[in-house]
């Protein structure tokens, strides 16, 4: 089982650039949550996809989308981008369940973008 | 809304001393509890995690924590620590029950060094 994969590992953009980071979920996985950590701070919700429809966001602006395929991989786009884009991008995968907080979320590596 | 606050940003210690790093979230009905670490350049592992019944919880590593409604705490604990567990601890909380759809929300970070 390879877990969940991210790519790229590390990417450089500067500002006013577009972004795409994509995700693979752990096998049997179908849903997919996006995190943003920024130097020295904990993980921020971005939004999950589940069923190929973002069904819940977090405080992010519309710059911030996202895709689910059919297979369940998942992609970040940001647009327009800000140095305060600079972060670890993690992606987290869990499988839908009885919402009894046992879904546990697997997260991969994780992409670290730079903006300039 | 949820929030987790981790009361120390760094905390050294020595090899084979005890080590506790500590959590509050904000009041809830219900709440579900995690533990994560992130080593360096990696994402995020799960210790350990608190959904109901005994309020002490074992995890990975020989890590516990113990919950604490009235105090709405959920300290992690280990009685003898190694080099290896040099890390970044995360304490998060389940925001299942405002729709959440298992949103983590996490706090800003334990640095834990441990010394020879």
């Known amino acids: 089982d390879a877990g969940v994969t991210q790519s790229p590992t590390h990417l450089i953009k500067t500002r006013g650039q577009q972004v795409t980071l994509r995700c693979s979920p752990k096998?049997?996985?179908?849903?997919v949550s996006w995190y943003q950590q920024a130097l020295g701070q904990g993980p921020q919700f971005i939004f999950q996809?589940?069923?190929?429809?973002?069904?819940q966001r977090g405080n992010f602006p519309d710059r911030f989308s996202g895709h689910q395929f059919p297979n369940y991989s998942s992609e970040l786009n940001v647009n327009a981008l800000l140095l305060g884009d600079s972060a670890l991008y993690l992606c987290?995968?869990?499988?839908?369940?009885?919402?009894?907080?046992?879904?546990?979320?697997?997260f991969g590596p994780g992409t670290r973008l730079t903006v300039l | 809304a949820q929030s987790v606050t981790q009361l120390d940003s760094q905390v050294p210690v020595f090899e084979e001393a005890p080590v506790e790093l500590r959590c509050n979230y904000s009041s809830s009905v219900s709440v579900y509890l995690f533990w994560y670490v992130q080593y360096p350049n990696q994402g995020l592992q799960l210790l350990l995690k608190?959904?109901?019944?005994?309020?002490l919880v074992k995890g990975i590593n020989g890590f516990e924590a113990e919950f604490n409604k009235s105090q709405t705490s959920f300290h992690l604990r280990k009685p003898s620590v190694h080099i290896s567990d040099t890390a970044e601890y995360f304490c998060a909380v389940s925001d299942m029950f405002s729709g959440g759809y298992n949103k983590l929300i996490f706090g800003a970070g334990t640095r834990l060094a441990v010394h020879p």
């Open positions: 096998s049997g996985h179908d849903t």
């Open positions: 996809y589940y069923e190929e429809e973002e069904r």
């Open positions: 608190y959904l109901s019944g005994s309020t």
């Open positions: 987290a995968s869990s499988l839908e369940g009885p919402r009894d907080g046992d879904n546990e979320q697997f």
